[in-house]
């Protein structure tokens, strides 16, 4: 059984994120701009991949919690199963995700939200266009990062090991979905207001299906 004693650690990237953009790079009159510069790529690159470096630190926790509390990896949905139904299952939600973002995206201008916060234009990473990904090589990278590492950790850490802690403390299947997604739009309390909206809708999906194919 999975303990809930180690739900701080999925915080782990975030903290760590705040504390490199907020406090160290100032403290060494660094930014993630001049970075950057010094890898030849775009500010944003840089974010996604610290961001893949603490959860992949994060993982490796957990990895470890559960050796020495001689559990195995099938404990967190690792079991090396996937039926051609779960992945038109998994397809159709992606599908869905991405149709989620423009609704969330209008509905947060009504209510007056910003889907990212307001900074300063010498600290703002998030793109107003796709000049960042104006060679093969941001693309490729960028593709790396984004698409592959950081859902396969995301996954590992959030529905993995989250949701399955939760499932196994909670009696209340619709309370396991609702903290689940609470932890997890929390979890990206860096990017902005409204893009913590869509995370949090948008987590019911991957829970639902980690729940339906995952067990």
Same mark, same amino acid.
């Given at each position: 059984m999975?303990?809930?004693s180690? &739900?701080?650690?999925v915080?782990?990237r975030?903290i760590a994120?705040a504390?490199?953009?907020?406090v160290?790079?100032?403290?060494?009159? &660094?930014?993630l701009?001049?970075?950057?510069?010094?890898?030849?790529?775009?500010?944003?690159?840089v974010? $996604?991949?610290m961001?893949a470096f603490w959860?992949l630190?994060?993982?490796g926790?957990?990895?470890?919690?559960?050796?020495?509390n001689?559990l195995?990896?099938?404990?967190i #949905?690792?079991?090396?199963d996937l039926?051609?139904t779960?992945?038109? $299952?998994?397809?159709i939600g992606v599908?869905?995700?991405? #149709?989620?973002?423009?609704?969330?995206?209008a509905?947060?201008?009504?209510i007056?939200?910003?889907?990212f916060?307001r900074?300063?234009?010498?600290?703002?990473? !998030?793109p107003?266009?796709?000049?960042?990904l104006s060679?093969?090589?941001e693309?490729v990278s960028m593709?790396l990062i984004?698409?592959?590492?950081?859902?396969i950790?995301?996954?590992?850490?959030?529905?993995?090991y989250?949701?399955?802690?939760? &499932?196994?403390?909670f009696?209340n299947i619709i309370?396991?979905f609702?903290?689940t997604?609470?932890? !997890?739009?929390?979890i990206?309390c860096?990017?902005g207001p409204?893009?913590?909206?869509y995370?949090?809708i948008?987590?019911?999906i991957?829970?639902?299906l $980690?729940?339906?194919? #995952?067990?």
């Open positions: 999975l303990s809930l180690w &739900l701080p650690i915080w782990l975030t994120v504390l490199i953009l907020y160290l790079f100032p403290r060494l009159s &660094l930014n701009e001049k970075f950057a510069l010094k890898f030849k790529l775009s500010q944003l690159h974010y $996604y991949a961001i959860e630190v994060t993982v926790i957990i990895f470890y919690l559960l050796k020495i001689d195995s990896l099938s404990a #949905g690792l079991t090396g039926s051609p779960a992945i038109v $299952y998994v397809i599908i869905i995700s991405a #149709g989620l973002y423009p609704l969330i995206q509905f947060s201008k009504i007056g939200w910003d889907m916060w900074r300063r234009k010498d600290t703002d990473w !998030f107003r266009d796709v000049e960042y060679t093969k090589r693309v593709f984004v698409v592959i590492s950081i859902p950790l995301e996954e590992i850490i959030y529905r993995g989250v949701f399955t802690a939760l &499932l196994q403390n009696d309370l396991v609702i903290l997604s609470l932890i !997890f739009a929390r990206h860096l990017a409204g893009f913590m909206l995370i949090f948008g987590t019911f991957p829970s639902f $980690y729940w339906k194919f #995952g067990r």
